[in-house]
């Protein structure tokens, strides 16, 4: 049984599903099982998580594509047109395996390509509530796996998965930061509170174009509060010149850590450590919320969220529409919590079925297998 891997997105989504792939690696002896990657520096990231799994024996590979487009692709980064071309130039090699598992979506264009043979599986990437996470294509996926019983009956409910074909239960991502986490990072020399501002990169949705600076420049000039600027890991993938201005702008303040898109971004080390969420609609408060704490989101399109399933996680903490304001909406956040303990609960059960610590990786492993022995 061979099963590939592979990595045509940004890093962000790889700790989704490369967890899994080591534990068929190490659970399934008898499952060859490949990662490959579109850049050189994706696979390097990739071999540095897979370290963490030494019991575990895959095989790496760089996908293949015309010299010029891999000088463009490192350069610019694995934009769609990207993605595309690394499906188009391996479409013999994606066609030699038994099971293609991936956490994005663009993958789907194989079938176009004529990639009939291999089942392709979806890992998904976050948890959150946006519609993009319930596009009409995911029924064009064989196999989902999914973190709890929230997306389970939103896809269910518009027919986008069938049972038999989907299992929840996994959120891979956890697996990894526990793996990596040995000790608790102190980023800031002293004691006072850490707000993360986590804006999304879409802006039709992100409080970055309408609020950000103005964000920043509030706590650059207050010393009450410590921040964490570390947007969506897409926000500055292809600014990089934007990126590096705003670290030397705010970058040099001792109570401010500015990451526009390094691995701390994505692994958890934020989320884990900061005091306060602040964002907009990005799905990292889910994985923030594991350990409840404060949360405030940022309105900036003046949406009528209310009662939308697609704004759901906005019932856990204050709404700003402005932040004339900011700095006593962060006292209010903090002093008010405790009126949104149970709400944060109740809404991580439902959107993670997890048992304690558990790791849930193996059961997707599992679950995967099994799929595709049964599809054989």
């Known amino acids: 049984m061979r ?36 850049t050189q520096s994706h696979l390097d990231y990739v071999r540095s998580l897979a370290a963490y799994y030494p019991e575990s024996k895959v095989q790496f590979s760089l996908l293949h594509l015309p010299q010029f487009l891999r000088r463009q692709t490192e350069r610019y980064g694995q934009t769609a047109f990207f993605r595309l071309a690394s499906l188009f130039f391996n479409k013999n090699y994606f066609s030699s395996f038994q099971g293609i598992v991936v956490p994005e979506r663009t993958s789907l264009y194989l079938r176009k390509l004529g990639v009939n043979k291999p089942r392709l599986i979806w890992t998904r990437h976050g948890a959150g509530d946006r519609a993009i996470g319930f596009a009409r294509d995911v029924k064009k996926f064989d196999y989902v796996l999914m973190a709890g019983h929230k997306i389970e009956e939103r896809l269910l409910a518009q027919g986008a998965i069938r049972p038999g ?37 879409n802006t039709r949705l992100s409080s970055w174009p309408k609020m950000g600076l103005n964000v920043l420049t509030h706590f650059a000039n207050q ?42 971004s994505i692994d958890m080390t934020y989320t884990s450590t900061a005091d306060m969420y602040l964002g907009d609609v990005s799905s990292q408060v889910a994985e923030f919320l594991v350990k409840p704490r404060a949360c405030m989101f940022l309105n900036a399109h003046n949406v009528d969220w209310e009662g939308d399933e697609n ?13 004339d304001s900011l700095g ?49």
Not at 15 to 24: F, Q
Not at 250 to 257: E, N, S, V
Request: proline content about 6%.
């Open 165 to 201: 074909c989907y299992h929840t239960g996994v959120y891979a991502k956890f697996d990894m930061v526990h793996r990596m986490r040995h000790r608790t990072l102190r980023l800031f020399n002293n004691n006072r509170p850490t707000v993360l501002y986590n804006p999304h990169f």
């Open 311 to 323: 704004y759901r996680f906005w019932s856990l903490g204050s709404v700003l529409n402005t932040i």
């Open 223 to 264: 010393d009450r509060y410590n921040l964490i600027f570390a947007p969506h890991y897409r926000l500055f993938d292809n600014k990089k010149a934007e990126a590096l201005q705003l670290e030397r702008a705010f970058g040099h303040y001792p109570h401010m850590l500015v990451d526009t898109g390094s691995a701390r």
């Open 3 to 38: 099963i590939l891997f592979p990595y045509i997105a940004q890093p962000h989504q790889t700790l989704h599903s490369l967890p899994i792939a080591m534990e068929i690696a190490s659970r399934h002896p008898e499952a060859e099982v490949h990662l490959a990657c579109t």
């Open 328 to 376: 006593e909406d962060i006292e209010q956040a903090f002093s008010s919590h405790n009126a949104f303990v149970n709400l944060q609960k109740d809404y991580i059960r439902d959107t993670f079925d997890l048992v304690g610590d558990e790791p849930t990786a193996p059961v997707g492993a599992d679950a995967i297998v099994d799929f595709l022995r049964m599809a054989s």
